[in-house]
T-cell receptor, first 115, second 114 residues
Framework: KQEVTQIPAALSVPEGENLVLNCSFTDSAIYNLQWFRQDPGKGLTSLLL?????REQTSGRLNASLDKSSGRSTLYIAASQPGDSATYLCAVLNAGGTSYGKLTFGQGTILTVHP | DTGVSQDPRHKITKRGQNVTFRCDPI?????LYWYRQTLGQGPEFLTYFQNEAQLEKSRLLSDRFSAERPKGSFSTLEIQRTEQGDSAMYLC????????????FGQGTRLTVV
């Protein structure tokens, strides 16, 4: 069964700092990996999608990398702003096993960027 | 196109009552998913549809839960005889395809069973 772990569980940084969020998964049989943002009490907003054949994707100040063979992904946020404060979730779309065809999520990293 | 729409946004119900949630996916998205999220946890898979066909249900879904997607458009999730443990955020997502496409989520329905 696929398991996704995110480290750290929470992170508090001053505005302007560059930061890295980590995601690891146990089964490398995936189609893609997606990073989401969730504000309190809200739904999920898709940030980046990385196909299993890709190594990284960039969108503005966000850069996500994927190392499928080692089961790891990182989300890099440059020049953080207070508006970046949210919970960040990673999810893998499984290509095999009992989780086939579904997204498996990590528990998220709660990010707080203070002015 | 305004994205995935869920209704209602919030629902408070008494234990034992039935509730129904609606999800309108992005137009022409043939995959539709339901997930449940409890506080401090990531979303957990409940069920998904390819057009009108329900392809899989999680073992998390007891017999009290049923989902439909008539005509492959909107979907409904019904919970019968609600229990306090059903309190959660219910999230709907849609995608235009399968392996190469993003999943887009709605704002969710927050259910509180009192």
């Amino acid at each position: 069964k696929q398991e996704v772990t995110q480290i750290p569980a929470a992170l508090s940084v001053p505005e302007g700092e560059n930061l890295v969020l980590n995601c690891s998964f146990t089964d490398s049989a995936i189609y893609n990996l997606q990073w989401f943002r969730q504000d309190p009490g809200k739904g999920l907003t898709s940030l980046l999608l990385i196909q299993s054949s890709q190594r990284e994707q960039t969108s503005g100040r966000l850069n996500a990398s994927l190392d499928k063979s080692s089961g790891r992904s990182t989300l890099y946020i440059a020049a953080s702003q207070p508006g970046d404060s949210a919970t960040y979730l990673c999810a893998v779309l499984n290509a095999g096993g009992t989780s086939y065809g579904k997204l498996t999520f990590g528990q998220g990293t709660i990010l707080t960027v203070h002015p | 196109d305004t994205g995935v729409s869920q209704d209602p946004r919030h629902k408070i119900t008494k234990r034992g009552q039935n509730v129904t949630f609606r999800c309108d996916p992005i137009s022409e998205h043939n995959r539709l998913y339901w997930y449940r999220q409890t506080l401090g946890q990531g979303p957990e898979f409940l069920t998904y549809f390819q057009n009108e066909a329900q392809l899989e249900k999680s073992r998390l879904l007891s017999d009290r839960f049923s989902a439909e997607r008539p005509k492959g458009s909107f979907s409904t999730l019904e919970i019968q005889r609600t229990e306090q443990g059903d309190s959660a955020m219910y999230l709907c997502a849609s995608s235009p395809g399968f392996t190469l496409t993003e999943a887009f989520f709605g704002q969710g329905t927050r259910l509180t069973v009192v």
